[in-house]
């Protein structure tokens, strides 16, 4: 059974910190790695993909993937209130179709 | 932009109705999905439609079927809802080539 771990939160930072999310996955042969954003009662919705071990860097948006400790991460910095949301971690699954999704980790930002 | 339309928001229906769930993307994508999203559960997979009329089961297909009759659209049907099907059904497409995931405005679905 193929998984995808994520802490379920809340995670609670103030305004300006640096929010950090974490996920570990199962699977060693998955390829391509996603952050969703999903606000309360919405869709997701993409915040950053990763193919590669590394960083990758969006504006405030830091994706990070290891591949040999099977965990990816998605840093937010200078967090803001609207930041307030469930972030969904999704795997592609080797030599299918299909994605596997985390439960999600919900963020707070504090004004 | 990907645009994924989703026709209805807010479904309420009874026990053993039929319920058609509608999605359209605009973008020309091979590739269809259809998730539900349960509270704890996270999103799982019902169908999959690669190709017109073409379709794969995913991880929970029982009670649902689908239909791909022209590329841009995937309907889900609930042949016969039942209360253990309430939840948001999220439609999403994605081009063969590339490997992110669109989602759909999602329909909430109560069964009473």
């Known amino acids: 059974q193929k998984e995808v771990e994520q802490n379920s939160g809340p995670l609670s930072v103030p305004e300006g910190a640096i929010a950090s999310l974490n996920c570990t996955y199962s699977?060693?042969?998955?390829?391509?790695f996603f952050w969703y954003r999903q606000y309360s009662g919405k869709s997701p919705e993409l915040i950053m993909f990763i193919y590669s071990n590394g960083d990758k860097e969006d504006g405030r948006f830091t994706a990070q993937l290891n591949k040999a400790s099977q965990y990816v991460s998605l840093l937010i910095r200078d967090s803001q209130p609207s930041d307030s949301a469930t972030y969904l971690c999704?795997?592609?699954?080797?030599?299918?179709?299909?994605?596997?999704f985390g439960t999600g980790t919900r963020l707070k930002v504090l004004a | 932009d990907v645009k994924v339309t989703q026709s209805s928001r807010y479904l309420v229906k009874r026990t053993g109705e039929k319920v058609f769930l509608e999605c359209v993307q605009d973008?020309?994508?091979?590739?269809m999905f259809w998730y539900r999203q349960d509270p704890g559960l996270g999103l799982r997979l019902i169908y999959f439609s690669y190709d017109v009329k073409m379709k794969e089961k995913g991880d929970i297909p029982e009670g649902y079927s689908v239909s791909r009759e022209k590329k841009e659209r995937f309907s889900l049907i609930l042949e016969s809802a039942s209360t253990n099907q309430t939840s948001m059904y999220l439609c999403?497409?994605?081009?063969?080539?590339?490997?992110?995931?669109?989602f759909g405005a999602g329909s909430r679905l109560t069964v009473l």
């Open positions: 999704a795997v592609t699954v080797s030599g299918t179709y299909k994605y596997i």
């Open positions: 999403a497409s994605k081009d063969s080539g590339a490997n992110v995931l669109t």
């Open positions: 699977d060693r042969g998955s390829q391509s």
């Open positions: 973008m020309d994508h091979e590739n």
